[in-house]
Each structure stands twice: as C-alpha cells, then as structure tokens.
C-alpha cells in the first residue's frame, strides 16, 4: 500500500501471503485492519480489488474505493438511474421517476422483477435503453442493485476527475517492477513464508529510504537554484 501526495509517494503498508490469497481478500484483510479516518481518504486499486462488499467496508471508515477497471461484462448505462432501496431488494423509481405496479425479489440471482403499467413504459424515451418485455398490460425488465452500482461506476471513470486517479493508479504499477529489476524479489537466498516476507519488508524498507533520499536532493536542489536567482 502507497501513500501518494503532492510531494511523492511512500510504501506505508505491505501484505504478503501465499499465492492463493485473493486480491479481493487481501482488501478486505487492509481496510478491516484500518481505523475509521476523521478526513475522507481516496483509496485507488484495479479491478480485482472491487466488490461491493469491499465498497461498503471502505465507507464505514470514510474511505472513498476507487477502481480503475471494472470486472466482468459491461452494464447497460440506464441501469445507474434506476433507485434502489439500501438492502437491493426493491426498486423505488425507474429512470422517468416512475413507481413500479409491483416489485419482487429473487433471492438466488439478486435480482428484482420490476413490472410497470404498459402506458408508463410505451412512450418513455428511455425504452429503448431500458428494453422491458411488454405485454398486454405491464411492462417487465430484471435488473439488480449489483448491475446498478456497476452502471454508476462505469460513468464515474468517464469523469476527468476519475483520470486523474487513474494516473495515481498506473504510477503504482512502478513499484513491483522495481523490486523486481533492483531489489530481486524473485531470488530470495532464503526459503519459507516468514524468512521471506522478512526480507521482503527489508527491500521495501530499502525502497522508501532511496524514495527519501531522493526528495531530500531534490529540496537541496530547489534550495541551490533559489540561492544562485
């Protein structure tokens, strides 16, 4: 985990387990080992870290997850404007600020069976985007708060703001192709978890002290340039 701010970044926290340990699991494990932060915090990872669990976590310790990649297929932009209640198991309003007639929810796919009066769903400029199955007198279209959430997380990295984390988010990427090239964490002269992960925290260590020594030469820098103006 790196801290990035406006005068470079540092490595403040590292996890290391055996490879079956997933990267979702491995969000999970930090953001539980956090405490609740009295400032909002921007967390940026890739997609194998989302989830909405992992979302959810992150927002009861004020923590904003950010994803810069989605996985799985892509959902119909509609699906954003459509209201669900905070459980996922009723929809309140449709993208026209329409009420359902009924709404059901099936347990084993998480979705809900929405259906409207067919007259709501026959004109309405959204009907192409929203595709409901008409018949003689509803209208009916399945859609879940998963599908809904995704829908607004695809519009949120369409924003500028979006790319500009984005960016933090590939500059992380450096960091395991450094110790990889400089610090041969591939080659350890040591064998099992804990002697490994103690070098490990050794290289990363190293790692932040060149970070550190870099920042203090570009200050003398700054300072020497100020002097001879």
Known sequence: MESVGDNGSIVTDYQYEKNIHSDSQFLKEAIDSMEKSSEPVVLITDGAYSGQKNADAATEKNIE????????????DIAADFLFTEEGTMVISCPAGNAPKSCSYIKQTGQCRISFPR???ENCPHRDQ??????????????SKRSSDSAKSQRAMKTEQFKALARIRNGVETIPSILRKKYQIDHMPVRGLLATKLRFGIKLAALNFKKLSAYLDSLD?????????
């Open 130 to 143: 929203c595709q409901p199955k008409m018949f003689n007198r509803t209208s009916v279209l399945f859609l």
């Open 119 to 121: 007259n709501k769903c």
């Open 221 to 229: 820098q700054c300072a020497l340039l100020s002097a001879n103006s």
């Open 65 to 76: 997850l950010v994803t810069t990649d989605l996985t799985g297929r892509e959902t119909k």
